[in-house]
């Protein structure tokens, strides 16, 4: 009995000095990279709907079928909308004029094979926004690319978030995320949006197209390169093929391999289960209104459960 409690004590012992360390790398971290200004909860929110209720868009294909019921809460004032990467490409984009729009992946400050469709996109947020919205970016920024330059359109604000990973103890966690510093490894832009809104002061957060179909079409090719079929909403159903898999829009691309993709995607499904855990502390509530979705952190909106 005293070899276990020995055992117990150490463990707890590593368990304490290994949260220290990580906690003071954050701060550390925080200080070189980025900084400790919540510059979300500064620009505020957007003339905030008094059910406090945000629809968050996502990329997925389940969202062509869901855009007459998001525009009908649309027209009715129901709730706010959240648009994320390249929405501002269809025509919806002026239909439902979405009040916050996130923008986290690499490839928006970064050079890559997508760059011109970037660049319309960047053209398209500048020349069709005319109501007032606040674009989000990520705060670290290494290549200095300038989103003003790019947007200059002065209906649209640009504000940064955090992204700096934190490791450490778990309530130094959550008031991190209060104060908007910090991220839960959310490794997709979806999961920033819901942090977004939940610093906005949003606590009925509804999402839409979030498919998450991440393992469906995965195939290994005749150059031994990891491949998928990926389909979006905007594709407008046309058949699609797989292609490589890079990280993060590399420049020159470099692949992912099975091992690595399986364990980024596991870890960004754990990125939901931080946010529902920290939703639950605020009173918030998080529904996911996908059918085909493959995450289960949430709950589901009754009428979209998939059936069995």
């Not at 954050?26 to 979300?40: I, S």
């Not at 934190?166 to 839960?184: A, M, Q, T």
Request: charged fraction near 25%; include cysteine; glycine fraction near 6%.
């Amino acid at each position: 009995m005293a070899t276990q409690h020995h055992t117990r004590l150490s463990l707890r012992i590593i368990e304490a000095l290994r949260n220290s360390f990580d906690t003071a790398l954050f701060f550390a971290t925080m200080a070189v990279k980025e900084d400790f200004r919540n510059h979300v909860a500064r620009a505020g929110a957007i003339g905030m709907n008094p059910a406090r209720r945000i629809a968050i868009l996502g990329n997925g294909p389940a969202l062509r079928h869901e855009m007459p019921v998001i525009g009908r809460e649309a027209e009715q004032h129901a709730c706010d909308i959240m648009a994320v990467n390249f929405f501002a490409l269809g025509e919806e984009f002026e239909t439902l004029r979405p009040k916050y729009y996130v923008l986290s992946d690499p490839q928006f400050f970064r050079r890559s094979g997508r760059s011109e469709r970037v660049e319309a996109l960047y053209k398209a947020l500048d020349s069709r926004t005319t109501w007032p919205m606040n674009l989000y970016v990520q705060y670290y920024n290494p290549e200095h690319f300038d989103y003003r330059a790019a947007v200059p359109n002065p209906n649209v604000r640009i504000v940064p978030f955090h992204t700096t990973l934190f490791r450490g103890f778990r309530r130094v966690e959550f008031w991190c995320y209060r104060h908007g510093l910090g991220s839960g490894n959310f490794g997709t832009v979806v999961q920033n949006g819901i942090f977004i809104a939940l610093l906005l002061g949003y606590r009925d957060i509804e999402l839409y197209g979030v498919d998450h179909t991440l393992l469906e079409g995965l195939c290994v090719d005749e150059r031994n390169r990891l491949c998928r079929i990926r389909s979006h909403y905007y594709d407008n159903g046309a058949a699609q093929t797989a292609e490589p898999i890079y990280v993060n829009a590399t420049d020159p691309p470099q692949p992912y391999t099975m091992a690595s993709y399986l364990a980024e995607t596991a870890e960004l499904f754990r990125g939901h289960e931080v946010l529902r855990d920290y939703a639950r502390t605020l009173g918030a509530r998080i529904v996911n209104h996908t059918r085909t979705s493959m995450i289960d952190a949430y709950e589901r909106a009754a009428d979209d459960r998939p059936s069995t």
